[in-house]
């Protein structure tokens, strides 16, 4: 038994699975990784290879907090790049572990990039996605302050939750595009991420 258990030890990581390591090949022919691009804030999606289920990610809803312009929305796990020598790729290892306690250098692996893009409330931040293989299902142990709840979701079943949706901001009612998952709707930011990457991984809107 102590010779079984050590052998289990000395196992390398489990490796990506072969859907995520082709998705790894796609993206290196899309968007070479580098963190030369000058970013105000990045996000992370998480893919994990559910067997039998396919491609899921992780979503967070934000906490409820007077004065965020995203308090109470469905978002990815991520945040700002603290100014100075902070990298966005540091930025993001950083924020990942403070919102939902994933190590990313323990768990996964770097794909790829999406385009940058600009919150609808804040158009003058570039907002970096970055795609990561996650090589386990990891424990999610959510942040403290930041993050109310979190869900995973199943990327091919998005297509079929698609719909246009009434939100309000700032008192005034707005209908938008968007995912509606488990009673939740995910638009803006999030949203354009998402129906970005779905192409890529041949998932038809």
């Known amino acids: 038994m102590k010779q079984h258990l050590l052998c289990a030890r000395l196992l390398p990581n489990p490796a990506l699975s072969s859907n995520l390591l082709h998705l790894g090949d796609k993206f290196a022919a899309i968007n070479p990784l580098n963190d030369s691009d000058h970013v105000e804030a990045v996000v992370a999606i998480l893919l994990w290879d559910e067997p039998g289920r396919g491609l899921e990610t992780l979503l967070v809803q934000r906490a409820e907090r007077e004065g965020d312009p995203w308090s109470g929305q469905i978002g990815l796990p991520g945040g700002r790049v603290k100014q100075g020598d902070e990298t966005a790729r540091a930025a993001l290892h950083r924020e990942v572990e403070e919102e939902v306690g994933i190590k990313l250098e323990e768990v996964s692996t770097e794909l790829g990039k999406l385009s940058v ?32 709840d979190s869900f995973w979701v199943n990327l091919a079943e998005l297509p079929s939750k698609k719909k246009v949706s009434e939100i309000t901001i700032r008192n005034e009612p707005w209908r938008v595009e968007s995912f509606v998952v488990e009673g939740k709707i995910v638009w803006g930011f999030t949203y354009r991420v998402l129906t970005e990457l779905l192409p890529i991984l041949e998932i038809s809107l």
């Open 117 to 148: 893009g600009h919150p609808m409330r804040r158009t003058g931040m570039r907002v970096q996605p970055w795609v990561y293989g996650l090589r386990i299902k990891p424990a999610v142990n959510i942040g403290p302050t930041e993050i109310a």
